[in-house]
């Protein structure tokens, strides 16, 4: 079946500095892509999502693009922030199969 | 309901006896998704309702585990003569149609003393 496959974490960064979370996806077509965020105690929740090719998705300062060519998803943010600090998941949506990355760990510190 | 609920929130349960975990998904949804998150792991895929179509079980990890949903509502996660590597939380996400958001519940999580 499809795939999703993530950068290992965990991901440690200082305050400021520029993340990426790499992202790549096994489904043909033209699945739908998302980052979900899962914050220390809580449940997961939807960061951003694209549903076509070359589609940005962004919030909170994150951003990611739906390359086809690549099949890629990477996740990135310019400047982290502690408060950033979560277990990050990329999934892919196709013919009502949603599949998840294992998720990264990214700790942010001051 | 607001959104996807799950029954019990907590559950220790002694190795050798059955759970039986529940998911209330938003109404109208009609994809039902299980996901089984140990301590500092990922998601990992255990089974997923289409409708009334036949799930997709491929992600059971074994005979003890089991599940049910009645056509788009309610979904039932049983596991049979529990053991300690199942101490996970359990988790239920719903999606409306096709390649749209999941909404996940807050997880059932599963103690197996």
């Known amino acids: 079946g499809d795939s999703v496959t993530q950068m290992e974490g965990p991901v440690t960064l200082s305050e400021e500095a520029f993340l990426t979370i790499n992202c790549t996806y096994t489904?043909?077509?033209?699945?739908?892509l998302f980052w979900y965020v899962q914050y220390p105690g809580e449940g997961l929740q939807l960061l951003l999502k694209?549903?076509?090719?070359?589609d940005k998705g962004s919030n909170k300062g994150f951003e990611a693009t739906y390359r086809k060519e690549t099949t890629s998803f990477h996740l990135e943010k310019g400047s982290v922030q502690v408060s950033d600090s979560a277990v990050y998941f990329c999934?892919?949506?196709?013919?009502?199969?949603?599949?998840f990355g294992a998720g990264t760990r990214l700790t942010v510190k001051p | 309901g607001a959104g996807v609920s799950q029954s019990p929130s907590n559950k220790v349960t002694e190795k050798g006896k059955d759970v039986e975990l529940r998911c209330d998904p938003i109404?109208?949804?009609?994809?039902l998704y299980w996901y089984r998150q140990r301590l500092g792991q990922g998601l990992e895929f255990l089974i997923y309702f289409q409708g009334n179509s036949a799930p997709d079980k491929s992600g059971l990890p074994s005979d003890r585990f089991s599940a049910e949903r009645t056509g788009e509502s309610v979904s039932t996660l049983t596991i049979q003569r529990t053991q300690q590597e199942d101490s996970a939380v359990y988790l239920c996400?719903?999606?409306?149609?096709?390649?749209?958001?999941?909404?996940f519940g807050q997880g059932t999580r599963l103690t197996v003393v």
């Open positions: 694209a549903t076509k090719a070359d």
């Open positions: 109404s109208g949804h009609t994809a």
């Open positions: 996400a719903s999606i409306p149609d096709s390649n749209t958001e999941a909404f």
């Open positions: 489904a043909t077509g033209y699945p739908s």
């Open positions: 999934a892919e949506y196709n013919n009502n199969d949603m599949r």
